[in-house]
């Protein structure tokens, strides 16, 4: 069942010599239950693409369907509740809140839509994050590992379409991105998540079950890991 559809993205900044075209013309699907991973260069379009997926920004054409919805046509106001509930943002630098500990970072999502906490998924979520003895704990009090995964955990709490991550190990170590990549994984695997994780390291990107290759905006290859 296809949960992700891009159609003819296209995304430029700036006009006549300033002019740069981000992403051209990219087109691709994701069904339901997939691990994609994105990779490129650094200014290949990878990003882009990823804001443009979550709704983070608006192309300048082209267009973007989940779950069958068209999520250009919602405004600003629909857009971001949409995001809220059906898309979990995990990103390089965690962006944690730093007055919030880790089960009220984790449920922030839920708090700002007013929804109740389940006690039960909540514990197990905790369990499965390895952070059942830290729930208290600042993110100041965290290691980078703890801290990424309370942020995989705020993604995964609402129960999302996509789980999108934006280099989630970039600011790890090789033991602690082992264990994120690990932790998505499982998270694809036991709980049927749709994962699209952007990454700059192939060794990482070999978790997914495709990887795709975008250069100057462009989808280069495709292939299965």
Known sequence: MEILKVCNLTKIYGKGTTKVMALDNVSFSVEKG???????????????????????????SGKVFIEGQDIYNFDDDKLAIFRRRQIGLIYQFYNLIPILNVVENITLPLALDNRGIDPETLNSLLKT?????????LP??????????????????????????D?????????????????????????????????????????????????????ATEESS
């Open 129 to 137: 994050l390895g952070l059942e003895h830290r729930q208290n704990h």
């Open 167 to 219: 280099e989630p190990t970039g600011n790890l170590d090789s033991k602690a991105s082992d264990e994120i990549v690990a932790l998505l994984k499982k998270s694809n695997r036991d709980l049927k998540q749709t994962i699209i994780m952007i990454t700059h390291n192939m060794e990482i990107a070999k978790y997914a079950d495709r990887i795709i290759k975008i250069e100057d905006g462009k989808i």
């Open 34 to 60: 997939e691990f994609v991973a994105i990779v490129g260069a650094s200014g290949s379009g990878k990003s882009t693409l990823l804001h443009l997926i979550g709704g983070v920004d608006r192309p300048t």
């Open 140 to 165: 100041n009090e965290l290691s980078g590992g703890q801290q990424q995964r309370t942020s995989i955990g705020r993604a995964l709490i609402t129960h999302p379409a996509l789980i999108l991550a």
